[in-house]
């Protein structure tokens, strides 16, 4: 009797350990966070570029094929190029909305909501599209409030297309005085500035409306950059190109935050690893690839180059200088810690520069 009793003590004792080891196993699963559960993901990729663009073949292809591998095939992407999910003005809000899981646009396209990004547009401050890449990310990585603008996105890589120049047809363009009267293409409400400073009048034009427009005179010139005259075939309308460096054109892409929420945390880790800086001077290499095949396209078909160095700059920077005194203005009124932004931003400049050299 005394042995059963024993007995029954110990197999009571068992059952309590594995009882309260399942409970401990239920209690781990029931707090377990959501996100270290790794899901097959595909994600839903808009951005306003056609296929064909090296954006998709080279940049989007390339982060595809290393998220696909990665994660063991758990991440795959899906492309709808050209607009095919909305207009290039609303793939920022695809993103928020989730309508898209990343989205790719110019913020041109969404005048007013990122004021502190427009440094990229002033003049002068982007010698290629890789730098003014480096320039945005570094900004955007050492400045909250410009974090801020994107709190409602996972913004993966932020880059820039390379400077604008101005090309045209029959006017040749030396020095301001050229550009008075003239009706100039403009890409953006920052461009617009600098076209009126130089006393020529503004035209909004899509790309895809230029050539036929410098072909017809609807135009006298068009600010855009090397790589259209390549890409857009600009080079058989153009006679002229003026080389200043005038302005950048900076792009996103961004992740909607919800897509990444459900990410697993290794997952996250590993998409991680594959954006930012990096990335974002690749993508802006596309561009300067381009716009070395673009030049050297027009040079080869008779286009004339200005190129304004030196004392031929001088002119042109003091037209274009109270620009830059009224963005830093607008945006220290706004709260913003502008010249801060400003002078980091030509610090940035001349350290690029100098590592070039």
């Known amino acids: 009797m005394q042995f059963s009793f024993i007995r029954n003590i110990v197999l009571l004792i068992v059952l309590l350990f594995f009882v309260l080891a399942l409970a401990s196993c239920d209690s781990t699963l029931a707090f377990k966070p959501e996100n270290s559960v790794e899901e097959n993901h595909n994600l839903i990729v808009s951005h306003f570029q056609p296929g064909n663009h090296p954006i998709q073949t080279k940049i989007f292809n390339g982060l595809a094929s290393d998220l696909h591998e990665q994660t063991d095939g758990r991440i795959t992407m899906e492309f709808y190029p050209s607009n095919t999910l909305g207009d290039a003005g609303s793939q920022y809000d695809m993103a928020v909305t989730r309508e898209a899981d990343i989205a790719l646009s110019v913020y041109g396209y ?45 913004p993966l890589f932020l880059f820039s297309a390379e400077p604008a120049q101005i090309i045209s047809k029959d006017f040749k363009i030396e020095t301001p005085d050229d550009m008075k009267g003239l009706r100039v293409r403009s890409p953006s409400p920052m461009a617009n500035k600098i076209i009126e400073a130089l006393g020529a009048t503004p035209i909004s034009m899509p790309m895809g409306d230029v050539y036929e427009s410098l072909e017809r005179g609807v135009i006298d010139a068009a600010v855009v950059p090397f790589e259209t005259l390549y890409n857009y075939s600009f080079h058989e309308v153009t006679n002229y190109i003026t080389i200043g460096d005038f302005s950048a054109t900076p792009f996103f892409s961004v992740m909607s935050q919800k897509t990444y929420d459900n990410f ?55 037209a274009l200088e109270p620009m830059v005194d009224e963005w830093i203005k607008e945006r220290t009124e706004e709260g913003y810690p502008a010249q801060e932004i400003y002078d980091r931003a030509m610090e940035l400049k001349e350290e690029l520069s100098e590592r070039e050299e």
Do not use: C
């Open 110 to 154: 969404s005048p007013g909501r990122f004021p502190l990004v427009t440094i990229m547009e002033l003049p002068f401050l982007a010698e290629s599209a890789e730098h003014a890449s480096e320039i945005l990310m570094t900004l955007y990585e050492e400045f909250p409030e410009m974090q801020e603008e994107h709190a409602d996105t996972y």
């Open 264 to 318: 697993s945390e290794g997952d996250q880790q590993i998409l991680d690893n594959l954006i930012g800086k990096e990335l974002a001077k690749k993508a802006g290499s596309v561009y300067d690839v381009d716009g070395k095949i673009g030049l050297e396209t027009a040079i080869e078909s008779g286009a004339e180059v200005i190129e304004l160095e030196g004392d031929a700059l001088i002119p042109w920077q003091e």
